[in-house]
């Protein structure tokens, strides 16, 4: 069997590239005559920062300059970098044995792999990206060719972010399960929580920090005139690499889950056999999938919502002073949730390791719960006091505004409150403990796979009404809130500022989703360690090693349990695939939250300043309602396209697996036939990715040239329709996940018709759950970030009157979209082996 490289015929593969040079050509010789077009004009990428370091413009604390203060931020953002690594340290030096620490270091040698693999393929979609950026900051804004030198290197530092945070996190990962599945052997199940749970702090504190460091050197280091370009290009680049990663590891990650899972079905065996080739490329997933995507997806997610509350309050807020207050209050706040959330983990390890320490069982969701609920509380409370402190005594034009501190805390404490509240919801839906995943398992003793899938589509339903419920009436809380000394201090005309007021307290709200983000990304980072380690112990074969028993014992000086460690393991995994659930509303509610924030500010650039145009953001302007339904459509394309991607290559991973497995005369399969399925896993994630970031990319440009209020109804289109598509898949695959779980641990039915109708059921959920949902976040924020300069750019040339030269690039844009659509259904079908050769 071969696999070709390309799903298209070399023919039509060449027409594909050449279109692909034709139309970025195109775009950059036409966007000549935009030439001084929007000179004059003031849009996001050329704002001037106000000067933070003027103590007499504001000062805080009995006078320390915004700079000043700001720069003690560095200090705490640095302090949890290296709180990461003194963690990392911890990790590595955990007492493993070799043959679980030879698994683990397998795995992370096909990561690793894999990640060099999509590192190459980001600096391709890169260099498609920093064609319109040059054409736009030099061609269109004429800056000169250092400064695009330094946003197009603040773009690559996005990039690099993203891919940094994501390998680190695969490394850690990879060291932990090891370790967590080391641990068990003693059957005492407070470690087997520990482990991961610390891994998963450590990419946390990691990845806020670098984000925070990297921001604040902007702030402070970059040139006024000059900052907020940089903002946008590091949202931009961090955007494309959250995006790819996202798409191809959710992809990558369910090929090999789907692939490995159905070998149970057919073969019989147990879920980690190690003769099945196919497992290690499942553990490879699980990290690709699990923990490079998330935290690509985490690190972009904090970035995009800064970026977007800095600009909005250098667009909406014309008084300097005002600007300086809120931006330095804004950034005090983000250097808190580090100092938040580092507390709140050694308080919560505190009170586990006395509940937990010596038990012989407990709920793993336990102490979880807690962590994140007294991060909540944390949060809540170091807003409220460092927010007194800081703008306690508001004043704008010699007016003071007293109320102002306690209002703006409240609003942010709404959004933290959420990050505890939606993971609460979210369990009611996807936990073991809840009663819609026991409905799947009823349904399935009764109706086999039919009943299991339908009951599971119920609970991904139920739960996308309930969270939408809840943003609803979250948002409207803070648009109470923003109505009194906001709307005074925000802008002076009186009309517009009640609307500014409102969208910054939406953008506060996505803020303060984020407001304990370290452990956000440390529970969700808890589920592949957990998911992991139940691999390694079972591909170690530990237990048939001679005298391994005697051996751990000498060494190690305890008693092993293997039946209990198995068990423990097992468990644990269930509430690992709880919690990865419960971060993801968190993350896609916040790109739609804080996508109002940056749609806003295309608004701003398109009305004037909200003085002209404002009947073209209305239904009865055809454009705009026509935008709202091609956003819904792109949606839903999404969907299908990167679920035909995993179709496609769990196909072809099946069909090698099923063929090339022993179940005789081997107690493990070959290094070279697993590799081979690692290989058709990466090469459909990569054919996957291109097609629908192609497909974005082009589709942004097509939709942000055929009309600018047309753009803005499909970004509104696709933030909302997207929240509810996201949920609904997310949570649904989430209770399917779950439901075979209580089938192996609680039923101990594999083996069974039951178990193979949740196999069916769960199999289903794997890209519901892990890959189109995930990545409609970051898909979300790349479009809105991009379209912002895409839609400037045809600004700048309907205003040189070209219109036709506007109306043709959106036509050429939209065939490239269209090829990458087509290619990413037909080209990526399902074909019979006969049909294929």
């Known amino acids: 069997m071969t696999f070709a490289q390309n799903p298209l015929p070399p023919p039509c593969a060449s027409f594909v590239r050449y279109l692909v040079l034709a139309s970025l050509l195109v775009l950059g010789v036409t966007s000549l005559p935009a030439l001084a077009s929007t000179a004059g004009h003031v849009s996001e990428v050329n704002l001037v920062l106000p000067d933070l370091a003027d103590s007499l413009l504001v000062s805080f604390l009995g006078g320390m300059s915004g700079s000043t203060l700001l720069s003690y931020g560095l200090v705490v953002a640095i302090g949890g970098l290296f709180f990461g690594a003194v963690i990392y340290r911890r990790i590595r030096s955990l007492p493993v044995h070799r043959s679980m620490a030879e698994i683990s270091e397998l795995i992370y040698e096909t990561c690793k792999t894999y990640m060099i693999t999509q590192g190459k393929f980001l600096l391709i979609l890169q260099g498609l990206t920093a064609v319109i950026m040059i054409g736009y900051f030099y061609f269109v804004q004429q800056l000169p060719v250092s400064d695009v030198a330094t946003i197009l290197a603040f773009s690559v530092i996005g990039i690099a972010g993203s891919f940094g945070v994501a390998w680190f996190g695969i490394r850690i990962n990879t060291l932990a399960n090891s370790r967590t599945a080391f641990a068990s052997l003693v059957a005492k199940p407070y470690q087997i929580y520990s482990i991961p749970i610390t891994s998963g702090i450590s990419i946390g504190m990691l990845l806020i920090s670098t984000e925070l460091l990297i921001m604040l050197c902007i702030m402070l280091f970059v040139p006024a005139s000059l900052a907020g370009k940089c903002f946008i290009g590091f949202a931009i680049g961090e955007s494309l690499g959250a995006a790819a990663l996202r798409i191809a590891g959710g992809i990558f990650t369910k090929i090999a889950d789907i692939g490995s899972d159905l070998m149970k079905i057919e073969f019989g065996i147990q879920e980690d056999d190690a003769r099945n080739p196919g497992v290690i490329a499942d553990c490879a997933g699980d990290n690709a999938g699990d923990s490079v995507g998330p935290t690509a997806d985490g690190f972009e997610t904090y970035g995009v919502t800064g970026v977007a509350l800095i600009t909005f309050i250098m667009l909406a807020v014309p008084e300097p002073a005002v600007q300086v207050q809120l931006l330095v209050w804004l950034f005090a706040m983000r250097v808190m949730m580090i100092v938040a959330s580092g507390i709140s983990y050694v308080g919560n390890q505190m009170i586990a390791r006395r509940l937990y320490g010596e038990k012989q069982r407990f709920n793993f969701e336990a102490p979880l719960t807690s962590l994140v609920w007294i991060t909540s509380v944390v949060s809540l409370i170091i807003t409220f006091i460092v927010s007194d402190l800081l703008i306690g005594n508001f004043s704008a034009n010699g007016t003071a505004y007293p109320d102002l501190w306690w209002q703006l805390s409240l609003i942010i404490t709404l959004g933290t409150l959420a990050g505890a509240i939606i993971p609460e919801v979210v369990k009611v839906f996807t936990s073991t403990n809840s009663k819609h995943v026991r409905e799947v398992v009823t349904a399935s003793e009764a109706g086999g796979a039919s009943l299991n899938i339908l009951s599971g589509l119920v609970a991904g339903y139920f739960s996308a009404f309930w969270i939408g419920v809840i943003i609803v009436g979250l948002m409207s809380a803070s648009y109470l809130l923003s109505q009194h000394e906001l709307t005074a201090v925000i802008n002076p005309d009186s009309a517009k500022a009640a609307m500014m007021a409102a969208v910054f307290s939406f953008g506060l709200v996505a803020f303060g989703f ?16 957990t998911d992991n380690a139940q691999s390694v112990y079972e591909l170690s074969m530990i237990e048939q090693v001679p005298g391994v028993a005697a051996e751990i014992k000498k060494d190690y000086g305890v008693d092993v349990d293997f039946a209990a460690a198995k068990f423990l393991l097992e468990e644990n995994d269930g ?15 916040t790109a739609v939250v804080g996508a109002t924030t940056m749609v806003f500010s295309i608004v701003m650039l398109l009305t004037g300043g909200l003085m002209e145009n404002l009947d073209k953001l209305s239904l009865l302007h055809p454009p705009f309602l026509l935008g709202l339904v091609a956003g819904g459509a792109t949606i839903f394309w999404f969907s299908g396209a990167s679920t035909q991607a995993v179709s496609t290559g769990a196909y072809r991973a099946v069909e090698f697996i099923s063929t090339h497995i022993r179940l005789d005369a081997v107690v493990k399969a070959s290094h070279k036939d697993s590799k081979k399925v690692v290989e058709i896993c990466t090469i459909y994630a990569q054919k996957g990715m291109f097609n629908i970031f192609m497909a974005v990319f082009f589709g942004t440009l097509a939709c942000a040239f055929i009309e600018p209020f047309f753009f803005i109804g499909y970004l509104i289109s ?21 439901a075979k779980k209580i089938v192996e641990t609680e039923m101990h039915a594999k083996g069974t018709d039951l178990h193979t109708a949740s196999v069916v059921g769960d199999t289903v959920g794997d890209p519901f759950k892990d890959t189109a949902s995930v990545a409609m976040n970051p898909i979300i924020k790349f479009t809105t970030l991009f379209g912002l300069l895409a839609v400037e750019m045809a600004v700048g040339l309907q205003a040189q009157g070209q219109q036709g030269v506007v109306f043709a690039l959106a036509a050429l844009f939209l065939v490239v979209n269209l090829v990458f659509v087509f290619r990413s259904f037909y080209g990526m079908r399902i074909l019979a082996k006969k049909a294929a050769a």
Request: glycine share 16%; no cysteine; charged share 10%.
């Open 575 to 589: 509430a690992g695939n709880t919690f990865k659930a419960t971060a993801k509303p968190v993350l896609i509610g």
């Open 514 to 529: 984020l407001g304990m983000g370290p452990v956000t990304i440390a529970v969700d980072s808890y589920g592949p360690v």
């Open 718 to 738: 696709l933030a909302i329709i997207g929240l509810y598509q996201a949920v609904f898949m997310a949570n649904a695959g989430g209770a399917w996940d779950n």
